[in-house]
């Protein structure tokens, strides 16, 4: 399961499927769906009639914690691990959003840029023999 995977694809969070279909579909009984949600292991959605309703993203995360507890992991593991991930998720969309905000940054600054060249005078300016450190002291001179 990888956060990636789950964001790109919108469908992959509508809740369609009855607790019975989520079981069969990931290998599971329904009641451990439940104990799952009471550990906030996942959290399906409710239709109106209160019955719960999961994902394709909620199959897969079962699927998820299938493997982890076939590896040997206990749940307390598994809900570290799905913590975790959790977490990475939410910072690999946080580095998404700051590399877009780097990018118009970048861009701005870009405008600016041309901006400020475009603004340029264009003139040929006379400078005395002596350079520009001449008219500097016989200015304080006559001051």
Known sequence: MTARSRA?????????YMISVAAE?????PQTLRVYERRHLLRPRRSSGNTRLYSDADIERLRFIQN?????INLAGVM???????????????????????????????????SAHASYR??????????I?????????SA
């Not at 579909?25 to 009984?29: K, N, V």
């Not at 969309?93 to 700051?98: C, G, K, N, P």
Request: charged share 35%; aromatic share 0%.
């Open 8 to 16: 790109a694809d919108p469908s992959d969070e509508r809740p369609v």
């Open 25 to 29: 579909l990931s290998g599971m009984h």
């Open 68 to 72: 982890l507890s076939q590896e040997g």
């Open 80 to 114: 570290r691990i799905i913590e975790l991930e959790d977490e990475r998720a939410h910072l690999l969309a946080e580095i998404d959003a700051l590399r877009g905000l780097a990018e118009e940054i970048r861009l701005r600054m870009d405008q600016e840029i041309q």
């Open 122 to 131: 264009r003139e040929i300016v006379l400078v005395p023999r002596g350079g």
């Open 133 to 141: 450190a001449r008219v500097v002291r016989d200015a304080h001179r």
